[in-house]
């Protein structure tokens, strides 16, 4: 029987576990699966045949992955300059967004290929050097939901400044405003002025509850909307019948 160690310097987790699970769900529990220590940084897992190393090759792929990926994405959250809370919803979101891989096969393959020759595999050694483009694409998933964090971040402390100037709000016409929800996703809020002329504000995709919180601020007292989104914007939508059921133009309403 050959031995293969694996082992991990860097993640503070241990490894036996998560091997084993994913070995059992690939039908190949039988793979034995030690731990060298007591901090379970460390295991020497024993193969028979080629088919239990491509069941291994497919478990380790997976647990660097699908389970290592947590503790990575983490660590990249953690270096931005956000708030904790912040920070919190931008890593369930670039989790969200890396949670299906589809590489798993060709990583599985090629890892298999380095275990035939080599009995030594240190985690994020292989994560830094052979799945460099996966790591970077996390990299890149973690930059534009901060990004967009820091977007709606913008928008909440515009609507924050709108409502410490109630006249304005008054002046940009109260009494009526009109929702356009467009076919991309995104809304404008348009309506008369109390003295003369309109405005109109242009609201990006994504920025539901800025939207929200900025209706709540112009206060209206009729809300029209035309829904040219397809579904789009089904949930702003409902979010704006369910503030603003009262203040609705059912004749308008499309």
Known sequence: MR????????????????????????GSSAIPVRQNGADGRSVTVGIGDPSELSALASALSEVMLLDLRHFIIADMVEQLPFSLREKERILIRALENTEEYEGIEKASEELAAFLRENDRLIFEGYLRFRLR????????????????QLICDEFAELTECLGLFPAALSGCGTREVTVILNPDGS???CGPKENSGEFRIDCAPGNDEGVLSLLRGLSPGKLTIYDLSFGRCGELRRGIEQLFGGRLDPSKEE
Not at 12 to 22: A, N
Not at 133 to 148: H, K, L, N
């Open 3 to 26: 031995l293969i160690t694996v082992l991990t310097n860097e993640f503070e987790v241990s490894i036996k576990p998560l091997i084993e699970r994913r070995l059992a769900a690939l």
């Open 133 to 148: 483009s996966e790591t970077e694409s996390w990299s890149v998933v973690v930059d534009a939901v901060a990004e967009q």
């Open 187 to 189: 809304c404008t809020l």
